[in-house]
């Protein structure tokens, strides 16, 4: 089978990280795959990109940005070139470009939004139109496909996949703590749902009880304003010694083998690949008590609340700090099980026994 996956920026996020992962899996598994995309590359995205080509994974990015009959064309290009038996479209946008080429391949729809992308009336409207276009639509989460239902309409092929994560690339560290047992580490670009401002706020509160604590920040630079935002909070409070503002990492197992607690404050999500990477590390994990973390409620060493009360959110992660790391059970959640759920859904698509 000749997959391609499409995205519409490669970056360090997590629509990405799945597609890097499902695509070296599903290459390794005897398939033939490629990634293409609409938009050029992030610069972070190099290391990935690298791993992709080593092990046979096609790539196809424009160098520029170009206009949106230009994205068109070269989509075109990449379909006429590569040959694909199955389009897996990631987002809406590349979805959107994905149907409206007059190609006979079928193209399956992944919904990763955290957010309800069909609010917006251009959207809505063309996912009306396109619909039946998609073979398939998967949403990575139940309120993706709630969503669908709800503003586009049912469709004959509507199902979730949830994200998967792959346990042998994260691996559970020895339970003793790590040598610097205080720092704690966020993971996500910077955005006002990723609410890194309340880890901030609540980070300061905790210092009353842990002054020797640490906080690093990890994440795509997407909203220069809230990144701005967060610079001046950790300023404002004179935190500028105890916390990192960083970006991207390619290597997040070392994050989370490092770091002592994951915070994870964010708003919405989908089905976060971060939040199931540090599940599989058995981190102690805080995090904000919304719908798409619920599952993880139970689990040893996870603390569900709300996020936006400082102290609250202090007081767990003290609490945090003191847990040690637990063997949580992620079963339906490894890459594994995604990847058998995506080529069960190719398999009947295609009408493969």
């Excluded at 230009?70 to 006429?80: F, S, Y």
């Excluded at 997407?222 to 990192?244: F, M, N, T």
């Amino acid at each position: 089978m000749r997959i391609l996956h499409l995205v519409l920026s490669p970056r360090m996020s997590g629509a990405e990280m799945l597609v890097r992962d499902l695509a070296l899996y599903q290459q390794r598994a005897g398939e033939t795959v490629a990634v293409a995309a609409l938009m050029p590359a992030h610069a972070d995205f190099a290391p990935l990109r690298a791993q992709l080509a080593a092990a046979g994974v096609a790539c196809s990015f424009p160098p520029r940005a170009q206009r949106p009959l230009a994205r068109l064309w070269h989509l075109h290009g990449v379909m006429r070139r590569w040959r694909p038996d199955i389009v897996f479209a990631h987002a809406t946008i590349p979805a959107f470009y994905a149907r409206a080429l007059p190609s006979r391949v079928p193209v399956v729809y992944v919904m990763h939004s955290a957010v309800n992308d069909f609010q917006r009336d251009l959207f809505r409207w063309t996912e009306r139109l396109l619909s039946r276009r998609a073979r398939a639509v998967v949403g990575v989460a139940e309120s993706n496909v709630h969503d669908y239902l709800a503003e586009v309409g049912p469709h004959p092929r509507l199902t979730v996949i949830p994200n998967g994560v792959d346990t042998s690339r994260i691996g559970l560290p020895a339970i003793a703590p790590p040598e610097d047992s205080s720092l704690l580490l966020q993971i996500g670009r910077y955005d006002a749902v990723k609410n890194q401002l309340h880890t901030v706020r609540a980070f300061h509160a905790l210092l009353q009880q842990v002054p020797q604590a640490r906080l690093a920040l990890y994440g795509v630079f997407e909203d220069a304003a809230y990144y701005g935002k967060v610079r001046a909070l950790v300023a404002q409070l004179g935190l500028i010694d105890r916390v990192s503002i960083n970006g991207t990492s390619d290597n997040v197992p070392a994050l989370l083998a490092q770091a002592s607690v994951f915070a994870m404050p964010s708003a919405s999500e989908a089905h976060s690949i971060a939040f199931l990477e540090a599940l599989a590390s058995g981190i102690p994990v805080v995090a904000s008590a919304i719908p798409a973390f619920a599952f993880a409620r139970g689990h040893a060493a996870v603390q569900l609340v709300d996020c936006a009360d400082s102290g609250a959110y202090a007081q767990a992660l003290a609490r945090a700090l003191a847990q040690p790391r637990a063997v949580r059970p992620l079963d339906g959640l490894t890459l594994q099980d995604t990847a058998r759920r995506y080529q069960a859904i190719a398999h009947e698509v295609l009408g493969v026994a």
